[in-house]
Nanobody, 123 residues
């Protein structure tokens, strides 16, 4: 049974940092492209980061470029997201997702989804 379990969310002040983790099980993690998407209150899904199977290629939306870093540890079956200089507009539920290939931004037909973790940026 496939599981993607996010952790590390919470309440942080503007300018602060958080590190999200996503523990994967039930599939061959190292063979899957991994993604982070988020959904702000009252808004649709927003893709913002991708990492390829080996971790050597990463992609970011302009909204997070330079502030967020995606990484993965295939030995630990874990995906990470380091978020720095957080802004109130980063408040959202953050999901990790997996796909056997590269999914273009704006498409959300991933193979697997986590349950999400809440990130709230507020003073």
């Amino acid at each position: 049974q496939v599981h993607l379990v996010e952790s590390g969310g919470g309440l942080v002040q503007p300018g602060g940092s958080l590190r999200l983790s996503c523990a994967a099980s039930g599939f061959t993690f190292s063979s899957y492209w991994m993604y982070w998407v988020r959904q702000a209150p009252g808004k649709g899904l927003e893709w913002f980061s991708t990492i390829n199977t080996g971790g050597g290629a990463t992609y970011y939306a302009d909204s997070v470029k330079g502030r967020f870093t995606i990484s993965r540890d295939n030995a630990k079956n874990t995906l990470y997201l380091q978020m720095n200089n957080l802004k109130p507009e980063d408040t959202a539920v953050y999901y990790c997702t997996a796909a056997s290939g590269r999914i273009s931004p704006g498409r959300y037909d991933y193979d697997f989804w986590g349950q999400g973790t809440q990130v709230t940026v507020s003073s």
